[in-house]
């Protein structure tokens, strides 16, 4: 089991910047493939944003691509979500994940973080 904790939240106009990052500890970091989720009033969290243990690997959902960036660095065990050009839509808490492998990641089948609050107001 690995233990996730998330920061790097907070409000931010339309159009700006937030990076998150994930610290994880507990079983080795580099095993992991990570992402990022989110869930905003009233909806079921979603998918927004995965990595390999490698880093090779990312996908992201079609609403984010081109704004958001995943990267992982693992000598510091952690993930980030770099989130340019955010728009009010994208208001939510975001969820660290972590997994086995990225199909368990998909299946929101793994380990999560607590959640930190992005808030982007128009």
């Known amino acids: 089991q690995v233990a996730l904790v998330e920061s790097g939240g907070g409000s931010v106009q339309a159009g700006g910047s937030l990076r998150l990052a994930c610290a994880a500890s507990?079983?080795?970091?580099?095993?992991?493939?990570m992402g990022w989720f989110r869930q905003a009033p009233g909806k079921e969290r979603e998918f927004v944003a995965a990595?390999?243990?490698?880093?090779?690997?990312?996908d992201y959902v079609d609403s984010v691509k081109g704004r958001f960036t995943i990267s992982r660095d693992n000598t510091k065990n952690t993930v980030y979500l770099q989130m340019n050009s955010l728009k009010s839509e994208d208001t939510a808490v975001y969820y660290c994940?972590?997994?086995?492998?990225?199909?368990?990641?998909?299946?929101?089948?793994?380990?999560w973080g607590q959640g930190t609050q992005v808030t982007v107001s128009s």
């Open positions: 994940a972590a997994a086995p492998n990225l199909g368990v990641l998909l299946r929101a089948a793994g380990s």
């Open positions: 507990g079983r080795t970091f580099s095993w992991y493939a």
């Open positions: 990595i390999t243990w490698s880093g090779n690997y990312k």
